[in-house]
């Protein structure tokens, strides 16, 4: 009797040390952000939800600024892309934008109008093609100027294209505030898996099934059988069949001695089937070429039944204190016809068999302001625009080499063609945010064709140093809050 309670008291006493600890980080953070001049979270979302109403407008534009984590959806011609978030070392940036380009004509276009999602990163977009089409926006984090803040959304969010207006569907019982989720589409309902919430004190990964019925605007929570895939973010989703989706990969972060944090990236794939009544959970282990475990993946179902992963981190040196990582810009999918599942690597065609059949076309110019960077792991070459002798916007060009290796970009499919926006890359304690755009015929797999070739300089704002320890957080805190990101958006396809 007397241990029992001695137990109970222990663990009553560490609970009173957590608590104090987190009393004490609030404390020391509400310090900083004083002497930053920023404002608490909480009242920036609420002016920024505080907009006005404003009547719809469409309008031909330049494309979007540098971002990562960005939302993205295709329907018939059209890719939609929302949000996103931009860094340079010294600010964070959230964006609440929508753009569509039309991959016909080669055109973007802004859409406005208010009221309307609130700026955000790590949120996830479906598109629907009832009722004249329809995108689908859930969650998300809001993250402030400093990197020291962020908030976590669990709103839900239609765009009418028909209709030209956004709505906020407002349903109750649904999943809890969240980023790094994902979403599918699956007979009229919005399936929901994992993600996590994190506000750079305590941190919580997710495991947990929603769906959403669009026929009758009600979230449920799926109660599962069997054994199911450890809480995790950015995994890859997917739908196999009528009946089973298919989960693999993703990211979760852990608490490590000393109060440091450790990243796993997993490389596990489930099967999620459905069955009258109940839904099951049951593990599998795919064939053929299965990419390297990595995070900050981008993950796109194909009309032609194959689910493809873009780019993505992989961790080469690790330590208590010390990560590098190598970037890749590789191409992978995960062939799920005939009831089977199989990993195949896209692998391009040499250039030299490229250029013989491209032989009757004119040379293309070389591109202008070539920055290579360099930090002994991997090499990426950033170009600036290039010399053509039309001076349209819209001219594209063919690259073999295509985009470098990022993580957290854009991806998505419009008939036979892959298509890859944006995204991040590190360099030491840097990171750059992107905004080039390519596209791939994975029919052929002979060449990238750039649209938009990349910034030909990227600015970078903050230290140089990984132990810097300026008290304006400015890169130790923003550097947590990207690997956070990059996690996020990203791991999605370990394997």
């Known amino acids: 009797m007397g241990k029992k309670d001695k137990k109970k008291k222990k663990g009553f006493g560490i609970e009173k040390t957590n608590a104090k600890t987190d009393k004490k980080l609030q404390a020391k953070q509400k310090k900083l952000l004083q002497k930053l001049g920023e404002d608490d979270i909480e009242n920036m979302v609420q002016s920024l939800q505080a907009q006005t109403q404003s009547e719809y407008s469409e309008s031909v534009c330049a494309p ?44 973007w276009r802004v859409i406005k109008c208010s009221p309307c999602p609130t700026p955000r990163s790590g949120h996830q977009m479906i598109s629907t093609a009832a009722n004249g089409g329809e995108l689908w926006i859930f969650g998300g984090e809001f993250a402030s ?45 919005i399936i929901l898996f994992g993600g996590f919430h994190d506000n750079n004190q ?28 450890t809480p995790r973010s950015g995994v890859g989703l997917g739908v196999v069949s009528d009946d089973k989706i298919v989960v693999f990969g993703g990211y979760t972060k852990s608490s490590a001695k000393a109060g440091s944090e450790r990243g796993q990236t997993h490389a596990d794939t489930f099967i999620l089937q459905e069955t009258p009544g109940k839904w099951k959970w049951s593990s599998t282990k795919p064939g053929g070429r299965r ?44 062939d799920i016809q005939g009831g089977g599942m199989a990993w195949r690597k896209v692998d391009l065609k040499k250039k030299k068999e490229v250029e013989t059949e491209m032989s009757d076309e004119p040379a293309a110019a070389p591109s202008q302001n070539v920055k290579t960077t360099t930090d002994g792991i991997f090499t990426v070459t950033v170009a600036g625009p290039k010399q053509e002798s039309s001076t349209s916007a819209n001219t594209s060009q063919l690259d073999v080499g295509g985009p470098s290796p990022r993580m957290n970009a854009a991806i998505a499919v419009v008939r036979h063609n892959l298509w890859i926006f944006g995204g991040s890359y590190e360099q030491g304690s840097r990171q750059y945010t992107l905004c080039d755009f390519y596209s791939l015929d994975v029919n052929k797999c002979d060449a990238w064709r750039t649209h938009i070739g990349n910034l030909p300089s990227l600015q970078w704002l903050g230290s140089d140093s990984e132990d810097s320890s300026d008290s304006d957080k400015s890169d130790d805190d923003d550097d947590d809050d990207d690997s956070d990101d990059s996690e996020d958006e990203s791991d999605m396809d370990t394997e």
Not at 85 to 92: C, L, M, R, S, T
Not at 205 to 217: A, G
């Open 291 to 334: 990419p390297t475990p990595r995070s900050g993946v981008s993950c796109v179902t194909a009309p032609n039944g194959k689910i493809y992963i873009f780019g993505g981190v992989m961790d080469t040196e690790e330590d208590d204190e010390n990560l590098r990582g190598l970037f890749t810009n590789e191409i992978h999918f995960l």
């Open 64 to 107: 979007p600024s540098p971002r990562s984590n960005l939302a993205v959806a295709s329907l018939d011609d059209m890719i939609y892309f929302h949000g996103g978030e931009f860094f340079n070392g010294a600010k964070v940036e959230c964006f609440g934008d929508l753009f569509s380009y039309n991959t016909n004509k080669n055109e």
């Open 145 to 189: 100027p400093s990197g020291l803040q962020f908030y976590h959304y669990r709103d839900l969010w239609k765009f009418s294209i028909a209709g030209k207006k956004w709505e906020h569907v407002k349903v109750p019982n649904g999943p809890s505030a969240r980023s790094g989720h994902r979403m599918i589409l699956h007979k009229k309902r």
């Open 202 to 229: 305590s941190f919580l990964y997710f495991n947990d099934v929603w769906m959403f019925s669009m026929d009758k605007y009600a979230w449920t929570k799926v109660d599962t059988d069997g054994i199911a895939p």
